[in-house]
C-alpha cells in the first residue's frame, strides 16, 4: 500500500468547506464552516490553510470576476483538485476505520 498523506482536522474542514461552495473564496470558506460547525476561524487560519493546500497541489487557485463590492477587485477562488479529493478521501476512511467498534466506549456505555 502506497503512503498516504493524512490530513489534519482543519485541512479537512477547509477542503469539505471548498466542496460545498458555489464559489469557494476565503472569506466564504470561513463562513462555511462557522455556519455548518460552529468553530470560529480567523480569516488568517483560512489563507494560511488554503495556500499551505495549494503548496501540496490538493488545491488549485484562479482569480474570479471583479466585483463593485469590492472597489473593482477580483477574488481569489479555490477548487479541490483530484489528489486532494484523493487525500480527504483517505483521511476519512482512516479515521472511520480507526474509529470502528469504539462507538459503545465514546457514547460512555463501556
Not at 466564504?28 to 460547525?37: G, H, K, N, W
Not at 501540496?56 to 477574488?75: D, F, Y
Amino acid at each position: 500500500m502506497g503512503q498516504i498523506s493524512i490530513l489534519g482536522e482543519l485541512e479537512q474542514m477547509v477542503l469539505l468547506a471548498v466542496l460545498r461552495l458555489d464559489e469557494p473564496y476565503p472569506v466564504s470558506v470561513r463562513d462555511e464552516i462557522r455556519d455548518r460547525t460552529n468553530v470560529s476561524l480567523s480569516r488568517g487560519t483560512i489563507y494560511v490553510t488554503l495556500h499551505r493546500l495549494e503548496r501540496r497541489g490538493l488545491v488549485k487557485s484562479s482569480l474570479g470576476e471583479p466585483t463593485g463590492v469590492r472597489g473593482g477587485k477580483a477574488k481569489r477562488v479555490f477548487e479541490v483538485t483530484a489528489n486532494g479529493r484523493r487525500a480527504l478521501r483517505a483521511s476519512r476512511a482512516a479515521l472511520r476505520k480507526l474509529g470502528d467498534g469504539l462507538e459503545s466506549i465514546l457514547d460512555g456505555r463501556s
